[in-house]
């Protein structure tokens, strides 16, 4: 929403509730501040080794030891985000794979796997020219957010960062299909995001790094709270774990169907219940201070 556009409705709403209409500026406050669904794009790339690997399935589970990443802003930074609590969002990811056949390990099922997890916001990065007019500046980290949702499997960006050529013509965007027209458009953005990374343990053990699949996953933020967001991304994104898609996934939340992060089978749940998952945290290292300048 524009400024312009913001402030016109402001004044319209402080007009209403001036003539005493509660009632009526109630419903007015839906209008001005849209609540919205939830839609998630899901994408997962795997590894050649990765795609040699037995399909996880419920009935074919894989066990993991997990090291939680935590919450980060990859993106630029807006204040004001409800984060949820870190027990919270483990506790849902945890649920969300054990439906998708991915269990903690305990000494009866030593891990296989070993799963890197983080989460937060990737929001949009401007950068303003001064002039009063221009409220909606210019956008620096597009490319980012294409890359996360995936956007090199439908042609219209590099996979990895290249030459910044590269970035500023942005291969197939002058031609783009539906697919692609929706991930360009949402990468103009704020969004939540969570990416889950799966890498053999035994190779781990051995201070090798053999990778077999990433998982991202990501949600307009726009309207929305992160603390009651999250799960519902995860449970929409769930069965695209793991498992490698052509391209981006789109998810969307609908009256109809309002995800929850529910188990099921009764023998999952009471394996949760009984095995708390081992999760090594790690922190991103804080910012080293600059010396003072010598006088």
């Known amino acids: 929403m524009n400024a312009p556009h913001f402030y016109r409705r402001v004044l319209a709403l402080a007009a209403l509730m001036a003539l005493g209409g509660e009632a009526r ?33 419920p009935a074919n589970p894989a066990y993991y030891q997990a090291v939680s990443a935590g919450y980060r802003d990859f993106g630029g930074i807006i204040a ?27 000494n009866e099922h030593p891990p296989t796997l070993l799963l890197i997890w983080t989460w937060g916001t990737m929001y949009t990065d401007r950068v303003y020219s001064g002039n ?52 360009y458009q949402l990468a103009s953005e704020d969004l939540y995001v969570v990416a889950i990374s799966a890498y053999d343990f035994a190779a781990a053990a051995r201070k090798e790094k053999v990778q077999l699949w ?3 996953i990501s949600c307009p933020s726009l309207g929305l709270a992160m603390n009651t967001s999250l799960p519902a991304m995860l449970a929409l994104a769930g069965p695209h774990i793991g498992r490698e898609t052509v391209k981006p996934v789109s ?22 219940e009984n095995t708390k998952p081992a999760v090594i945290e790690i922190t991103p290292a804080a910012p080293k201070k600059k010396a003072a300048p010598k006088k």
């Open 214 to 216: 990433t998982t991202k």
């Open 132 to 183: 009063p007019d221009d409220t909606e500046g210019r956008q620096i980290n597009r490319s980012q957010l294409l890359r996360f949702m995936g956007a090199y499997k439908l042609g219209l960006v590099s996979k990895d960062p290249r030459a910044f050529s590269d970035d500023l013509l942005m291969p197939g965007t002058m031609f783009r299909d539906a697919d692609s027209e929706m991930v």
């Open 80 to 106: 004001g985000d409800k984060i949820p609590p870190k027990e919270e969002v483990i506790q849902t990811i945890t649920k969300v794979l054990a439906k998708q056949g991915y269990l903690p390990a305990t």
């Open 251 to 272: 998810i969307k939340a609908t009256d109809k169907f309002r995800p929850e992060v529910k188990i099921g089978d009764p023998t999952v749940i009471e394996y949760l």
């Open 25 to 57: 500026a109630a419903s007015f406050l839906d209008w001005l501040f849209p609540k919205h669904e939830v839609e998630v794009i899901a994408v997962t790339d795997a590894t050649p080794i990765g795609a040699l690997r037995r399909a996880v399935t």
